[in-house]
Nanobody, 122 residues
Framework: QVRLVESGGGLVQAGGSLRLSCAASGTIFSINAMGWYRQPPGNQRELVAT???????NYADSVKGRFTVSRDNAKNTVLLQMNSLEPEDTAVYYCNAHVRTSLRPIDTRAYWGQGTQVTVSS
């Protein structure tokens, strides 16, 4: 029904930058919050940043001032600009979107992308 496809991960040296992109496609009536989560090696998935359809943002304390989340509502995409990357940012990054698939508000659920690896070397 709904598919989220991420791109932009890779290997970068500490202090470098990467930009992640996620595009939603399929049966989409509207998208509420979109965002990014990450799962470091051996740890649980954690919130990185979210953005509402109105543009309100929320960030994990560990990335404030370094990461910026944005979205293009017309294209159903969400971006994550990551600057001043640190080895601690190494993780699989997952896109998340709360998608409504019909006129009925009850037809809203969270969808996840397949994940993209970000590796920051020291």
């Amino acid at each position: 029904q709904v598919r989220l496809v991420e791109s932009g991960g890779g290997l970068v040296q500490a202090g470098g930058s990467l930009r992640l992109s996620c595009a939603a496609s399929g049966t989409i009536f509207s998208i509420n919050a979109m965002g990014w989560y990450r799962q470091p090696p051996g740890n649980q998935r954690e919130l990185v940043a979210t953005i509402t359809s109105d543009g309100d943002t929320n960030y994990a304390d560990s990335v404030k001032g370094r990461f910026t989340v944005s979205r293009d509502n017309a294209k159903n995409t969400v971006l994550l600009q990551m600057n001043s990357l640190e080895p601690e940012d190494t993780a699989v990054y997952y896109c998340n979107a709360h998608v409504r698939t019909s006129l009925r508000p009850i037809d809203t659920r969270a969808y996840w992308g397949q994940g993209t690896q970000v590796t920051v070397s020291s």
